[in-house]
């Protein structure tokens, strides 16, 4: 057989390279688009698609290509960790590449490791494997909605989302409910929608609700600490603050208003002390994601008028410290934050209802043990809300039914 010439070998080079090129077109799109999420910071590691050994054999001189171009390494992984984020069947007998920079892959390592130990000691199950678990998503750059998703595809995990949540409930408590029905019901406009001797419940707009209680026949003494706000969202500040002041109700914090600000409002006080925030937000690097959701809110009118009208709420929640209850609320609860202000931080429950956590250090109110206070999920599936907790949860009390949050704050789920 004849030597190939110089110009005859490098067209077969070319050619050979051509079809590795074209045979791993899919492959290769998909780590491209991994190597720039990798060296934009968004992602900490990275992974290909498995391959057997001698696929990826033919596929390393592009995965090198292409991590040269974005300055990021590569690692071949021939036992990739076990996790309940992914069916592991589709990796057995296969090779990943993980794409990483600096630390993020010594990182991986010591989670392997982890996961190793707990595995030789029969530990490698439950909650500890969903530790595990988390730590791979997060390290892969997801969300926690998103490592709740996969964790619910290929365990028996599922979040309070998987239940759907229909809407909330803020729950208040009076000496003299009355009055505040009246206040509630002439002064603000608000339509009742059900009421007895002990109780009365107010639309606020869709699905958010506000629950008058009697504090007679309740368990509170009524001098429990009003740790909380509710944050009436309307676009109409001056005609509600003009409205307000004829009123005669009782203005903790002055309407401001700064066009260059992430939101405006002022504070008033109900007829037991409860603080109600009227407020509205404007496009802010802070409120990116918050403002979409809200445009597409329909403003629901008071009886004073369509100009008295609101269109969502936030029950603010105060707490000292923020991450237990930050990670309760999108791991347990599968809310997804809407915006974060830094010391206070607000996730979608449903359609018109917000839940947001305030660090007392910061917020109008401060941290109390016990509070006058409740909070209300209306669940479309909640039997088998309960049925879930009472066979994955060795704690079902905390869980099924009414429970006390890592702040003392009762919730409940119907």
């Known amino acids: 057989m004849k030597s190939l010439t110089p110009l005859a070998l490098l067209l077969f080079i070319f050619a050979v390279s051509s079809c590795t090129k074209m045979e791993f077109l899919k492959e290769s799109g998909q780590l491209e688009s991994f190597a720039e999420m990798v060296q934009a910071g968004v992602k900490p590691i990275a992974l290909s698609e498995p391959m057997t050994s001698a696929e990826l ?50 990182a991986y390592q010591m989670l392997k490791t982890e996961a190793a130990d707990l595995a030789a000691k029969g530990e490698y199950s439950g909650a500890k494997k969903e530790a595990i678990s988390r730590a791979f998503g ?64 107010f639309q606020i707009a869709g699905d958010s609700k506000l629950v008058l209680k009697s ?64 407020e509205m937000f404007r496009m802010h690097p802070e409120n990116e994601r918050f403002i979409p959701e809200l445009k ?28 237990p209850m930050e990670n309760f609320v999108t791991e347990n609860l599968g809310l997804k934050l809407s915006a974060d202000q830094g010391w206070a931080k607000i996730y979608k429950a ?33 039997k088998d809300w309960e049925e879930y907790l009472k066979k994955t949860s060795k704690d079902t009390a905390r869980m099924v039914g009414t429970f006390r949050d890592q702040g003392g704050y009762v919730f409940s789920f119907f």
């Open 350 to 382: 449903s359609e018109n209802s917000y839940l947001g956590l305030v660090d007392e250090k910061r917020g109008m109110n401060s941290f109390s043990e016990e509070k006058l206070v409740e909070v209300k999920f209306d669940l479309e599936d909640a």
């Open 296 to 323: 597409s809110l329909q403003a629901q009118a008071t009886s004073l008028g369509s100009e008295f009208n609101f269109y969502a709420s936030i029950t603010w929640l105060y707490y000292k410290d923020m991450l």
């Open 57 to 106: 054999n033919l596929f390393m001189p592009e995965a090198k290509r292409l991590a040269e171009k974005y300055e990021i390494e590569i690692f071949r992984e021939s036992a990739l960790i076990g996790t309940s984020l992914f069916d592991s069947s589709v990796v057995e007998g296969k090779e990943v590449l993980i794409l990483y920079q600096g630390k993020s892959l010594e």
């Open 138 to 201: 997060r390290l892969l750059g997801y969300p926690a909605w998103r490592i709740n998703d996969l964790l619910a595809q290929n365990s028996e995990f599922r979040d309070l989302e998987d239940f759907g949540i229909k809407g909330q409930e803020l729950i208040w408590f009076y000496n003299d409910l009355p009055v505040a029905k009246l206040f509630y019901g002439k002064t603000l406009g608000l339509k009742m929608i059900t009421a007895d001797e002990h109780s009365a419940t």
């Open 215 to 278: 504090l007679e026949g309740s368990d509170y003494s009524g001098k429990e600490a009003k740790s909380v706000a509710l944050a009436l969202l309307t676009n109409n500040l001056e005609a509600w603050y003009s409205h307000l002041k004829s009123e005669k109700v009782e203005i903790k914090y002055t309407l401001k208003v700064k066009p260059d600000g992430a939101h405006d409002g002022f504070v008033a006080v109900d007829p037991e002390g409860y603080l109600l925030e009227f």
